[in-house]
């Protein structure tokens, strides 16, 4: 019978013939039939229905008759899309080309009928627009594999091919290695370490880890009671001072594990930083509006500075003669710090045009940029607002904005963080978390498309970034407490 079947489908395009076929026909003409009509009262429907009083009801009606007899999704079809043996990503591609196009390409050659068609690969600096097909290329769905299973694929928000054959600086292999032992709120490297991290947590517990192979926890540094807002280590990596929303600073020398000083305040203490210099002097950030200089080996207060609004973040320079601090009003203070005494005195201050002011979550310094042939400051309040400076230090720390990246507004405190290294190439990269899960990374030299990479792997807001002195590592923390080190590709 199946056999039959295909007979007369086949006789009714006039390939065969036989008595069987008008029957046949019959039953499928009714068949087609019963389908048109079944259809028929659904585009009558789009018709008749009432369009709004400012829409035009002709072209109200069209639309509507074209979206009743639609194709099937494209999504479908472009499975097997070819043309002059590209595939459709190739396609996509040639329609997003920068606009006169034609006048930076150098001339080809003839097109041959084999060749032709107006999207033809073609020799220049924008040939890679053709001939690259990114992971989900039609080749790849149809052979039915996935070019890049790996969970940390390099996706834009552009989606825009590279050429085949060449790793950007920006690029990763994978993760390295995983630690969720608690909830990760801050996470940072020590000072020209390729393999100690450390990172606090919500429940007041500081993680120390090596993250070379094989991965391992080294210490569990427990004292705080409320949340650990910030740590930094000393330059020699002996020494971690942390600040808790528990009103204390304890510092912690960490071969023995053990806390050697606690400092009390009167306030939560928001941020903390040794100075590059003199490890002796402590400088805090506290929700009572100050900047307090102590000295760890006594715990003797050396001197107090009054800010506007809470001191939500702060970094030195790498003389230790100035200290950049954030507020939670969104302004940016530069400050004077006297290396011998500690003394603090107030300098400049950077205050956004932005009518909502939020917090600033990242304050870090840079001491050389290519873009600014000189030291810069980076600074991301919680609204999403990215902002590069340049700091003239014979003015004692002069801010001068140079670009700004507005990203998407945000509910959780996310911090971000310079690229040095891979900014020395070209391009000016940054990388923050975002609560989309994805650990993004941006080049401000962009006027478009700014988002170059996206890490994908955790599954909730990514809160923390932190490099290592080398910067083939690359940790992540989310909000539920898993703390990921991505793995860069080796580049040439």
């Not at 890490?455 to 909730?460: K, S, T, Y």
């Amino acid at each position: 019978m199946a056999e039959g079947e295909i007979t007369n489908n086949s006789s009714k395009e006039g390939v065969n013939e036989n008595k069987n076929n008008k029957s046949c026909i019959n039953g499928t003409d009714k068949t087609s039939e019963k389908k048109a009509s079944m259809k028929d009262p659904e585009t009558f429907c789009c018709l008749l229905q009432p369009g709004n009083a400012d829409s035009s009801p002709d072209y109200i009606g069209i639309r509507r008759f074209l979206l009743a007899r639609k194709a099937e999704s494209s999504s479908y079809r472009r499975l097997d899309w070819r043309c002059n043996g590209k595939g459709y990503v190739a396609y996509r591609n040639y329609m997003r080309r920068p606009r006169k196009w034609e006048k930076l390409q150098t001339p080809s050659r003839p097109s041959t009928p084999g060749n032709s068609g107006p999207w033809n690969s073609r020799s220049g600096s924008f040939s890679h627009l053709f001939d690259a097909e990114s992971w989900n290329s039609s080749k790849d769905q149809r052979s039915g594999s996935v070019a890049s299973t790996n969970r940390s694929s390099s996706l834009s928000d552009s989606d825009r091919p590279r050429q085949r054959g060449v790793e950007p600086a920006y690029s990763f292999v994978g993760m390295h290695c995983i630690f969720d032992q608690c909830k990760a709120a801050v996470l940072k490297f020590g000072h020209m370490s390729s393999d100690l991290l450390a990172y606090g947590a919500s429940d007041g517990t500081l993680v120390v880890c090596s993250v070379s192979d094989p991965p391992s926890v080294l210490k569990q540094l427990n004292g705080h009671s409320k949340d650990v807002t910030d740590f930094d280590f000393s330059s020699n990596n002996q020494y971690i001072a942390s600040s808790s929303k528990d009103k204390t600073v304890r510092v912690w020398e960490l071969s023995k594990g053990l806390c050697i000083r606690i400092i009390y305040g009167v306030s939560p203490q928001l941020c903390i930083r040794f100075h590059p210099v003199n490890n002796n002097f402590l400088s805090v950030g506290s929700a009572n509006k100050e900047i307090t200089v102590f000295n760890f080996s006594t715990g003797r207060i050396i001197t107090k500075s009054n800010f506007d609004s809470e001191v939500t973040s702060m970094d030195h320079d790498h003389t230790g003669q100035l200290i950049f601090c954030g507020d939670a009003q969104g302004c940016i203070y530069t400050a004077s710090m006297e290396s011998r005494t500690g003394a603090l005195s107030r300098s400049h201050r950077y205050k956004s045009g932005n009518k909502l002011k939020c917090p600033v979550a990242t304050v870090q310094y840079r001491s050389f940029s290519l873009m600014t042939k000189g030291p810069v400051l980076l600074s991301c309040t919680q609204d999403g607002s990215l902002s590069f400076f340049s700091i003239n230090l014979e003015s004692q720390g002069y801010l001068t904005l140079r670009c700004s990246l507005k990203l998407t507004s945000r509910i959780h405190t996310i911090r971000a963080s310079f690229c040095p290294l891979l900014s020395l190439d070209k391009g000016e990269y940054i990388v923050a978390g975002s609560e989309d899960t994805h650990v993004n990374f941006y080049d401000l030299t962009r006027p478009k498309h700014t988002c170059v990479n996206k890490l994908q792997g955790h599954g909730f807001p990514v809160i923390g970034v932190a490099w290592n002195h080398g910067e083939n590592l690359l940790a992540s923390s989310d909000l539920y407490g898993v703390v990921i080190v991505w793995k860069r590709a080796k580049t040439k």
